[in-house]
């Protein structure tokens, strides 16, 4: 099978001029693009230049940076090299990038200039690395840059012997239940990323996607459904906010753009406060909005379809251990469903199971299980924790769900958030849910607090729109009309909700905060 960098090559050559990549930065009002056969040769340098220092087959490369089209020509220069890929998030302390570091055993580092102090003070605890390059247009105290490189180097192909079992990318899980796991990937798995994804959304070579999601992450999977068709990818750095999101929409003639909860809600806001207004964007060319990352409230997709009618939506269910988005996809001609999942991908195969393994019927709760070729070899270097994920070839993703009696999928909760409360099995998604539809109510999480009487009782933790007013007897009261006895949270706060890069929860925080010494 071809891997993920053939297409590029073949895009190349295809379609030499057209643009692959833009690369829209509002604050420093910089526009940069790059064709697909710039795009190939410079990958192709870079790839020789680092064959040329021992950094091939069997090596691994760190990867630290913002969204931008040097941190793609990183990314693909390595991989088309034989190495294998480590993308770090970029909010990540210095001491998580230590232990990222002492997990992956990296030869190289490749980093944006605004990390390069910190590396040099670090520098005595990567004792694996040998090379840092640094990500300038300028030159480097102390260290190489992706130009010099580049520039001594030929802009041939490699022939570098891929093979789809080969490791390609080492990712770092967000650690929302703990410390970060290393997640390995070989060729295959961005291969059915890049296939899964143009066809759940059904990709053209003519499509724009915008693309805000931080590539270190595997919401890559939403680029390379653009790869795959030889489209075009926006890359929106440095600022995001509804203004930036509508005015890159409409100057680049988006078509697609995938956005997170709190993107989709902040947009929703401004509109309903008037401090944007549609008719100051043209956004004829804007098809299709989806989601994905966490449970979506069906009240938002319903207030975005009030102000967006013709636009359809979709939404994306996956994970990192299993390849990026579009393991179950709801599918732009249901959403009249709003509020599942949806039903497997097309080259994905899915099952709800209760405890012994067994599949359970319609209607009833069980863990999420999927199959298919882009399931992650393990996790690195921790057998334990691979034997328990994966077993007989199907992952456990640890989310809870039902099928409804039509085979869509509904996501009930993640089975480490799950709140046993006097014997109740309680899924804070749905309390959520209810609480969203609140008008005042901006964001919300639901987390258990222990009890020593009940073991656990539920705990709302409300951020209010901005400008609003509410209290917690308010709330109280919005939540005993709606809500059953048991549902009901028996302790309502009102503050941050945090939210880390990829949209999600980030509970454990809010358990830190508000259930320690409880």
Avoid at 495 to 510: C, H
């Amino acid at each position: 099978m071809m891997n993920i960098t053939d297409l590029a090559s073949r895009n190349a050559r295809q379609h030499p001029d057209q643009i692959a990549f833009v690369e829209v930065r509002p604050l420093s009002k910089v526009r940069k693009v790059i064709s697909w056969a710039l795009f190939e040769e410079r990958t192709n340098r870079l790839a020789h230049a680092l064959l040329d220092r021992g950094i091939g087959k069997g090596q691994k490369v760190a990867l630290l940076g913002r969204n931008s089209i040097h941190w793609l020509e990183a990314f693909f220069g390595i991989m088309k090299a034989g190495a294998c890929a480590i993308p770090l998030n970029f909010r990540f302390t210095d001491e998580d990038i230590q232990y990222c570091m002492k997990i992956s055993e990296p030869k190289a580092f490749v980093l944006d200039q605004e990390y390069v102090e910190r590396t040099h003070a670090m520098r005595a605890a990567l004792q694996t690395v040998t090379d840092f390059i640094g990500i300038s247009d300028e030159p480097l105290d102390r260290m190489a840059t992706l130009e010099s490189l580049m520039g001594g180097s030929t802009t041939s192909r490699t022939f570098v012997d891929i093979g789809d079992e080969d490791d390609c990318a080492l990712y770092f899980t967000s650690g929302t239940t703990g410390a970060p796991k290393a997640v390995l990937h070989a060729h295959r798995s961005l291969m059915v990323a890049a296939i899964t994804e143009s066809t759940n959304h059904r990709w053209t070579s003519q499509d724009v996607n915008l693309m805000m999601a931080p590539l270190y992450h595997l919401a890559i999977g939403h680029l390379l459904g653009g790869l795959i068709v030889g489209a075009r990818n926006v890359l929106l750095v440095e600022q995001i906010n509804p203004q930036v999101i509508m005015d890159t929409v409409a100057k680049e003639r988006v078509t697609l753009a995938f956005l997170l909860v709190p993107w989709a809600s902040d947009i929703l806001q401004a509109l309903d406060r008037g401090e944007i207004k549609l008719s100051d964007y043209d956004l004829s060319s804007w098809k299709l909005m989806y989601m994905g990352a966490q449970p979506i409230p069906p009240v938002l997709v319903r207030r975005w379809k009030t102000y967006f009618p013709e636009m359809q939506h979709d939404t994306t269910y996956g994970l990192s251990e299993g390849g990026g988005p579009g393991v179950v996809r709801l599918g732009m001609e249901n959403e009249h469903k709003l509020g599942a999942i949806g039903k497997t991908g097309l080259i994905w195969d899915v099952r709800i199971v209760d405890e012994k393994g067994k599949d359970v019927k319609p209607g009833e709760v069980g863990e999420l299980i999927i199959k298919g070729s882009g399931v992650m070899k393990e996790y690195y270097k921790n057998p334990r924790a691979t034997a328990e994920a994966v077993r007989e070839g199907w992952l456990y993703t640890g989310d809870l769900g039902k099928w409804d009696d039509e085979g869509f999928i509904y996501i009930v909760d993640r089975k480490k958030d799950l709140i046993i409360s006097g014997g109740e099995n309680i899924y804070p998604v749905e309390i959520e849910n209810v609480i969203r539809r609140h008008p005042k109510v901006h964001d919300v999480a639901v987390i258990g607090m222990p009890d020593s009487r009940l073991g656990e009782v539920t705990c709302a933790v409300i951020q209010v729109t901005s400008g609003e007013r509410v209290t917690e007897q308010e709330m109280g009261s919005f939540c005993e009309q709606n809500l059953p006895r048991y549902k009901r949270p028996r302790q309502i706060i009102l503050g941050q909700v945090p939210r880390g890069s990829t949209g999600k929860i980030e509970k454990p925080k809010l358990r830190e905060k508000y259930c320690k010494g409880n």
